[in-house]
C-alpha cells in the first residue's frame, strides 16, 4: 500500500515569490510520482511526473519538482509565482509498471492550498 | 488535443434515487479510473476498468455498480442516494498503466 503526506494544507505567498509545496510519500514497492493542480470548481490537470531518470522534473506553467528517494520527497517548486497560480496541489503516488503491483490506481495527499497574495 | 468528457457536469438529486453519470475517455485509452472527492478532501479511487472489464476496486460502496462499454466509455450507476454521496466524481482515463489524465468531473449534489 501507498500514502502521501503533504505536509502544509495551506500555503500563503506573496506575488512573484518563490514557494515550495511539500510532500512525503510511503510505498513498499517502486511508485511514479506525480503532482496535480485543481483550479476552483475545475478538474485534476497534470502538473509533471517523475517516471525514471533524472530526478529534476520541470511541468507547466514553470513548476518543477525534485525527486529524492533517500528522503521519500517529492517537493514542489516555483521560483516566481502568479495570482493565476491560486489553486490546491495534489502529490499522488502509483505503483511502477515494475513493481508487480498489480494495481495501478493514484493515491492522493490530502493536497496544499495555495494562495498567491498581490 | 481531445480530453476526457464526463456528463452531467453539475446533477442534484434527492435521497434515494438513482444517479448515472457518464466518462468517454481520451481516444486510443482503454483504461478508465473513477474517484470520489468530497467536500475538502482528496481524491479517492473507486473502480477501474481495463479492456471492459474492472481492473481493481476501491472504496466504492456497494450500491454503486460502474462498467465499460465496448466503445471504451464507461458509466457509474449509483442507487439509494445518500447525503454523503454528494461530492465531485472524476473520471480518468490512460493507456495500460500510464499516466491518467482526468476529466473536469460530475458534481453531484443529494437533498
Known amino acids: 500500500a501507498q500514502s502521501v503526506t503533504q505536509l502544509d494544507s495551506q500555503v500563503p505567498v506573496f506575488e512573484e515569490a518563490p514557494v515550495e509545496l511539500r510532500c512525503n510519500y510511503s510505498?513498499?514497492?517502486?511508485?511514479?510520482l506525480f503532482w496535480y493542480v485543481q483550479y476552483p470548481n475545475q478538474g485534476l490537470q497534470l502538473l509533471l511526473k517523475?517516471?525514471?531518470?533524472?530526478?529534476l522534473v520541470k511541468g507547466i506553467n514553470g513548476f518543477e519538482a525534485e525527486f529524492n528517494k533517500s528522503q521519500t520527497s517529492f517537493h514542489l517548486r516555483k521560483p516566481s509565482v502568479h495570482i493565476s497560480d491560486t489553486a490546491e496541489y495534489f502529490c499522488?503516488?502509483?505503483?511502477?509498471?515494475?513493481?508487480?503491483?498489480?494495481?495501478?490506481?493514484?493515491?492522493f495527499g490530502k493536497g496544499t492550498k495555495l494562495s498567491v497574495i498581490p | 488535443a481531445a480530453g476526457v468528457i464526463q456528463s452531467p457536469r453539475h446533477l442534484i438529486k434527492e435521497k434515494r434515487e438513482t444517479a448515472t453519470l457518464k466518462c468517454y475517455p481520451i481516444?486510443?485509452?482503454?483504461?478508465v479510473y473513477w474517484y470520489q472527492q468530497g467536500p475538502g478532501q482528496d481524491p479517492q479511487f473507486l473502480i477501474s476498468?481495463?479492456?471492459?472489464?474492472?481492473?481493481d476496486k476501491g472504496s466504492i460502496p456497494d450500491r454503486f455498480s460502474a462498467q465499460q462499454f465496448s466503445d471504451y466509455h464507461s458509466e457509474l450507476n449509483m442507487s439509494s442516494l445518500e447525503l454523503g454521496d454528494s461530492a465531485l466524481y472524476f473520471c480518468?482515463?490512460?493507456?495500460?498503466?500510464?499516466?491518467?489524465?482526468f476529466g473536469p468531473g460530475t458534481r453531484l449534489l443529494v437533498l
Open positions: 480518468a482515463s490512460s493507456a495500460p498503466m500510464e499516466t491518467q489524465y
Open positions: 510505498s513498499s514497492v517502486s511508485v511514479y
Open positions: 517523475y517516471l525514471s531518470g533524472s530526478t
Open positions: 499522488a503516488v502509483k505503483p511502477s509498471l515494475y513493481s508487480g503491483a498489480g494495481s495501478y490506481q493514484l493515491t
Open positions: 481516444p486510443r485509452h482503454d483504461t
Open positions: 476498468f481495463y479492456e471492459k472489464m474492472q481492473s
